[in-house]
């Protein structure tokens, strides 16, 4: 049994869930945000990332940010019910506190997508479907390495078969973390 003081009660914001432009909204603003892009506490997780790279080492950075995702942040379902979007602190501070953050393809993105913003990368959502087009079950990230303008796929929860998940999408759009929460959907 957690100990009260072993418990982390998050802020939250309940409204109405209407499908994934709902959710897309919610990791836009949990990404651009006070507990996204604007926290130190997230900026202090991305400094220790990328610590020992060499200075501009750019894919390298974007690389970084997706092993540590792989390695600290374990994937797991929402419930059944809920739809639910942990901003990037939120799971900073369960990394902090436990050593692995948990979360769902929309709280990783989530993260990811944070983490390469306070890089000065430019970053995208990828909303994918596997099935009859636009019927979308899964997210990811896509960051842009500046020097070659090549797209990078940071998606952990494909495992080490990005380019094999990415091969079986049958349907998608992509949302930039750069527009203000709501633009860009389909």
Known sequence: MLADSQVLQPTYRLSGFTGHPDTLKEMQRAAQGPRGEQSMLVRSVMEGIVRDLHPKDYLGEILAVRY???EFVRYTNDPLHVELVKDPQRMCEE?????????????????????CLQLGRQAEFVVVGFGPPGEY?????????????????????????????????TTYY???LDEPPGLGFH
């Open 95 to 115: 990394l902090l506190a436990h050593g692995i953050a948990i979360g769902d393809c929309d709280d990783i993105a989530t993260l990811i997508g944070t983490l």
């Open 137 to 169: 079950s899964h997210v990811f990230v896509r960051v842009l390495e500046p020097r070659s303008g090549q797209w990078i796929i940071c998606d952990p929860v494909a495992g080490t078969d990005e380019r094999g998940m990415a091969e079986k999408v």
């Open 68 to 70: 540590f995702a792989t």
């Open 174 to 176: 992509t949302v930039s």
